[in-house]
């Protein structure tokens, strides 16, 4: 049953994705970003990561995707369509293609008999527990990082006096 | 007191060395130290002369090695050695120094080298004491080079004059010619007798361990030197010109000491002599050759040193031929006398020059009433040299003519010949000590009565004069005939020679009165004297001017080819050849330098610099395209990299 | 099911998101790129999640940590996109490209 829903959900991230590095509208591509990460978000789901599935939603949907039409707006993104694809394309397709050859490769030859079983999904209080008892030091560090950026975003995009 | 003889020497060396360093500071400017040694040597030659006639008949011998050389245990020693002989010359040089260095403190007063003066005086009579006390032939050698060298010194005082200096070259040169040969000599005796000590070679020669040949060999390379050093001939041309020097240095090295040093040097080696009849006869006729010579030049000479300086190659000849004819203790005997009356007449001239400032006689005259002290006894000296009864040259004199008289009888055409030359000499003496005595102090005066003013001269002068004159006197009455002849006593070699021969006494007298007495008549009466330039003996008057011509033989002969055409060769090699060698090295090493600079300095090692160099610009150059400044190349960039590692991880695993 | 699909779909993704850093013209779709590659290791530390539940949740963890620092990054980088709008009045990365020789 989950091999189906993954099938599904897969091929629906794999369009998205290629859609969003050959498109040539900067609207379609953030639309297409927004699928790939709903797409993934409904993988969490299926492998039983409750929390991270609608954290993604939260922050990478909601917050992200915003932040990048915000983006796209204020650098006067020119609407429709419009020559993307820098010259290095070839070498990029090239890097691409080995790094895809390259991992699933490994991947596929070091995996490639086990099975994952499906239980009850984990829950936030496990996870909670989790992040505040072992993973607690990554945690402030990770906060840590958030503050910093968040003042270096202000402080970088400031209008100058 | 024998002990001490090795000091004899040594005080004036070392006075020379305290002059040379601090003479000048002192008030009388060194010759304090000067005459202080020389005493101080005369009172231990005193010492030891008395001692040895005491002991005649040894002879005391101390010496200590050197160095070694060779193997075999051959050495070099030092060392002293003190018989009759070395005894007399002892008290000879001393004493004659003494008087010398006294006089000299008048006559050299005010010069501009005073003090160098006194030091050379002391090296001189420090070395010629070396040459007398030494024991071996090494030790007379520098004895002997050391004389040779105070004497060029000496002659050459005044070399501000170019001739004092050439004259003192010439002296040097000239016996340098004989000491090559006496070199030679040495070496022989060494390699013959296997040691240069003296004693060690005479007994060797002795017992018979020495080839005949050999021996002559040795004594005619010997007797070279004493050619040299005692001017006989053929190279007796130096002592003439050796006048330049001080009167005084004539004196006392060219009339009373070094000059004898050449006949000491045979009287020392008489052993290996007396072996070599060959030798004995070469010697002998030299002396007989040079005697009548030097006379005969002694009589035409204006400047009155230059009387003096042949008078004494004629006596040394004397002593030489005696030597020859087998006459030891007559030759020694004349050493010891030549000495007193010799030196005597060289100070008296000194002494006159002083008051009428000049040499020349043909400038003098009458000075007998102003310098009678003077006068007196340098006629004391001239009959000493002439040998007039009882003065000192009679004696010694007598006992050489009757010593080749002796040797005549005895069968030796040699001794027939040596005794003829004899009586000859002894009648030009003669005569020319009267022309000399006539001339300078009899007649009218001939120089200058506006800027000459002559007057006896100061006690330090003529204080030595006297004590010569006494000496004059009496030191031939130790050589009296028969039993009285103390000398004999001293000073001999194997039996005592009986050469006093009374008939021969009296020949020889009557031959210096004539002598006397034709000297002063002709020269007395100058008109004769320009007669002889126009008499039929012209020629010969001539020949005696120009000394037999020896000097323009030598000197076209000799000296002038070397110094002009051999000199211009030797130039022309050294320009040419010698330079054109060492140019050639020169431009090698520059054309060579310059090939490497250009063809590898520059080139490889400067191209290999530079080319690193370029080449690292040419890399640059290159790899700066990488530069793209686009973020996405060097991201792939970075991709690539690590799909790079993973693979490599993926293959080595 | 077999994990071996998903992981090779993360991978996919991965290279995707690689293409579209090294290809694309405009700074914001490179961004959108990243934010690609960044949710492709998501989904693998999620999967092993599965895989290593016995031992950890550090799977989980770690996925979380990765959204909040992604998120963190998209920030700086829009607003350095948006001062080189602001100085160059392009955010085309060919015409930014002044550190070039």
Known sequence: ?161 | MRAYAWLIPVFPLLSFFLIVFFGKRLPRKGHEIGILAIAASLLVSLGVFFQQIAHSEQTYERSVTWFRFGEGGRFVELGVHIDGLAAVMFVVVCTVSLLVQIYSTEYMRDDVRYTWYYACLSLFTGSMLNLVIANNLIQLLIGWEGVGLASYLLIGHWHEERANSNAAMKAFITTRIGDVGFMFGIFVLFWAAGSFNIAHITSVVAAGGVARGTLTWAAVLLFCGAIGKSAQVPLQVWLPDAMAGPTPVSALIHAATMVVAGVYLVARMYGVFNASPAALNEVAIIGAITMVMAAGLALVQDDIKKVLAYSTISQLAYMVAALGVGAYTASVFHIWTHAWFKALLFLGVGSVSHAVHSFSMSKMGGLRKQMPTTFKTYVIGSLALAGLFPLAGFWSKDDIIGGAYHAARAGSSVGWFVFLAALATAFLTAAYVARMIALTFYGKPKYDPEHVHPHESPKAMTGPLVFLAFMAIVSGFLGLPGKLNLFADWVRFGEVEHSFNLALAGVSTLLAVSGLYLGWTIFRMNKVRIDLARSPLAWFYTLLQRRYYFDDLYFNGIVHPISGPIARAAYWTNQKVLDAVINFAGAAAVSLGKGLYNGVDQPIIDGAVNGLATGAGAAGNGLKFWQTGNVQIYAAGLFVGIAVFVGVFLIRS | MPVAPVLVLSSFLFSVGIYGVLARRNAVLVLMSIEVMLNAVNINLVVFNLLLRSISYIGQVFALFVITIAAAELGVGLAIVILIFRNRATVSIDEVSLMKW
């Open chain 1, 1 to 161: 049953m989950q091999q189906v829903v993954f099938g599904i959900v897969a091929a629906l991230i794999v369009f998205a994705a290629v859609r969003l590095v050959t498109t040539r509208n900067l609207v379609h591509g953030a639309l297409y970003l927004l699928g790939v990460l709903a797409g993934v978000a409904i993988l969490f789901l299926l492998f039983l990561a409750e929390f991270v599935a609608w954290v993604q939603v939260l922050v990478y949907i909601g917050a992200v995707v915003v932040l990048l039409l915000f983006g796209l707006m204020l650098t006067r993104a020119p609407i429709g369509h419009m020559a993307l694809d820098s010259q290095t394309r070839p070498l990029a397709a090239v890097v691409a293609l080995a790094t895809f050859g390259i991992t699933s490769t490994i991947v596929w030859k070091a995996f490639k008999g086990q099975t994952i079983h499906f239980s009850k999904p984990d829950t936030v209080n496990t996870l909670g527990e989790a992040i505040f008892s072992r993973y607690v030091l990554p945690f402030e560090i990770v906060s840590v990082v958030l503050l910093a950026a968040l003042v270096g975003a202000v402080v970088l995009a400031r209008k100058e006096e």
